[in-house]
């Protein structure tokens, strides 16, 4: 009894001795695009409270712009298809107030490249002025047309398919994650949900910015 105890005991003592050694494994670091970032590249930290990744997650940012400022990693003219990145190579996006400076056929093409270049199930995060706010028009640069909620719809291949315009519209297929708006004026967001709704939808100058997430499909 007194030997089974003993052998007992030590392999208990290895295992603990295991375990104690054993490392947990590395987390794989993360790809992210920041497209026309500019001077204002998101941090790992703006990632994290935007909710884009889990706090402590390995990442890397790479920020793409044409000119070649503070914050900016990869040059390359966002107009200009393909991007200069692999298929399927990227983890997740974030764009903030880029996708209003293409014009409609270069946002089909911009939506097939992210299709392209994101993993599966990977997702998008485009922040843009709404298309009823001055914000939309006041930057000369600013393409035509305006983005409102129903522009995401054109990619979603589903949608597209059901509406028979899959013939001119791309490959790209999204799903809508959420949508989020910024307000002109703070006082709307005292205001009952169904004030604030209608507000959005019948005047002008309510909303300043939409934030849209996209699941790729």
Known sequence: MVIFKTIFMSLLNQKSKKKKNHKAPKRKKLLFLDLGCGENKISPEGLYQ???IEEGTPVEILGVDFH?????????????FPYPFKKESIDGIFSSHFIEHLDGPERIKFFDEMYRILKPGAKMRLIHPYYKSSRAIQDPTHKWPPIC???????????RTLNKLGHYLGNSNFEIVNMTYSFMDSTWLQKSSETT?????????????MMVDLKKI
């Open 68 to 80: 070649k400022v503070k914050g900016v990693d990869k040059i390359h003219d966002l107009t200009k």
């Open 197 to 209: 709704t209608f507000a959005i939808r019948h005047y002008f100058n309510v909303v300043a910015d």
């Open 50 to 52: 935007n909710a884009l």
């Open 149 to 159: 909620e129903e522009s995401y719809q054109y990619w979603n291949k589903n949608w």
